[in-house]
């Protein structure tokens, strides 16, 4: 792993270190460890976060960040027990790691996990009408992909039907040709695999069939240039897809992360579009 890979899965723990604690909080039920996928070389799991209540209720798939090659969905556990808190089930899920799994690897484990959620909404009490999906960084791209990707499928595929997006690389058709920086995670560099770089580019994918996006983004951030987001929200916005994008002010890209306006921000977009008053 590279020197900045590093850095950024090992501020992404600094960042769950430096957050506020989760307080405990009785009424809400963690069902730990549950099998989503099964790989060759990994077993693929998923933390589940249940409010009170009988529901169904409305569902989020929250998804780390750690650079596509590392991290942890216990990253996620402040997150996710926010929104447990405000009536959300949530599923915090885990994916294969490049480089040992280059993409598509890290999509078709989200998929995966968005199909379990799915088919186990029953036990779950989850409508499955209401879900929607929560990531940061790597994971606000995977989040992103996922929901666009989904919706060119039609109706018949399992569908986010809102997200929310910090910190996002939305756009890899601008990378320099000849860099190798993201060859670990796409294979090689855009002159070689120009394919693999726009399947991965969630703007790629953006139809009038793409659900609403909410973008958090760093205005200090030098890992992910807000502009890559800001394009995909642009093209959301022009296809009149309802799109909000918050900047974090003076915030780089791992401070953005524990931002508590973004997040209470993000939490009304959510209530607007799953539509939260109906359990």
Same mark, same amino acid.
Request: charged fraction near 20%; include cysteine.
């Given at each position: 792993?590279?020197?900045?890979?590093?850095?950024?899965?090992?501020?992404?723990?600094?960042?769950?270190?430096?957050?506020?604690?989760?307080?405990?909080?009785?009424?809400?039920?963690?069902?730990?460890?549950?099998?989503?996928?099964?790989?060759?070389?990994?077993?693929?799991?998923?933390?589940?976060?249940?409010?009170?209540?009988?529901?169904?209720?409305?569902?989020?798939?929250?998804?780390?960040?750690?650079?596509?090659?590392?991290?942890?969905?216990?990253?996620?556990?402040?997150?996710?027990?926010?929104?447990?808190?405000?009536?959300?089930?949530?599923?915090?899920?885990?994916?294969?790691?490049?480089?040992?799994?280059? #993409?598509?690897?890290?999509?078709?484990?989200?998929?995966?996990?968005?199909?379990?959620?799915?088919?186990?909404?029953?036990?779950?009490?989850?409508?499955?009408?209401?879900?929607?999906?929560?990531?940061?960084?790597?994971?606000?791209?995977?989040?992103?992909?996922?929901?666009?990707?989904?919706?060119?499928?039609?109706?018949?595929?399992?569908?986010?039907?809102?997200?929310?997006?910090?910190?996002?690389?939305?756009? #890899?058709?601008?990378?320099?040709?000849?860099?190798?920086?993201?060859? @670990? @995670?796409?294979?090689?560099?855009?002159?070689?695999?120009?394919?693999?770089?726009?399947?991965?580019?969630?703007?790629?994918?953006?139809?009038?069939?793409?659900?609403?996006?909410?973008? #958090?983004?760093?205005?200090?951030?030098?890992?992910?240039?807000?502009?890559?987001?800001?394009?995909?929200?642009?093209?959301?916005?022009?296809?009149?897809?309802?799109?909000?994008?918050?900047?974090?002010?003076?915030?780089?890209?791992?401070?953005? @992360?524990?931002?508590?306006?973004?997040?209470?921000?993000?939490?009304?977009?959510?209530?607007?579009?799953?539509?939260?008053?109906?359990?």
């Amino acid at each position: 792993m590279t020197a900045w890979k590093t850095i950024i899965v090992a501020f992404f723990a600094f960042a769950v270190l430096a957050g506020p604690a989760v307080a405990e909080t009785p009424s809400i039920r963690k069902v730990p460890d549950l099998i989503f996928a099964q790989r060759e070389d990994k077993t693929l799991k998923a933390d589940l976060y249940l409010p009170p209540g009988e529901g169904p209720f409305p569902a989020i798939l929250m998804i780390h960040g750690g650079a596509w090659a590392g991290g942890s969905r216990s990253h996620m556990t402040t997150h996710a027990m926010y929104l447990a808190n405000n009536g959300y089930a949530v599923a915090a899920i885990t994916y294969r790691f490049a480089p040992n799994h280059i #993409f598509p690897a890290q999509l078709e484990d989200c998929q995966a996990a968005l199909n379990w959620l799915v088919d186990n909404a029953n036990e779950f009490h989850i409508d499955t009408d209401r879900v929607g999906g929560w990531g940061y960084s790597a994971g606000g791209h995977l989040a992103c992909l996922v929901a666009a990707v989904e919706a060119e499928k039609g109706p018949g595929a399992p569908q986010l039907k809102a997200v929310v997006a910090g910190g996002a690389p939305c756009d #890899f058709t601008r990378e320099p040709p000849r860099s190798e920086r993201l060859k @670990f @995670f796409l294979g090689g560099s855009r002159a070689d695999v120009p394919g693999t770089y726009e399947e991965a580019s969630p703007l790629s994918h953006v139809t009038a069939k793409c659900p609403p996006i909410f973008f #958090f983004h760093g205005t200090n951030d030098s890992v992910v240039p807000m502009r890559n987001a800001e394009v995909m929200h642009d093209k959301l916005s022009s296809l009149g897809i309802p799109t909000t994008f918050y900047k974090a002010e003076g915030r780089g890209h791992l401070s953005t @992360f524990i931002d508590p306006q973004a997040k209470q921000e993000a939490l009304k977009f959510l209530d607007g579009h799953l539509k939260l008053g109906k359990s």
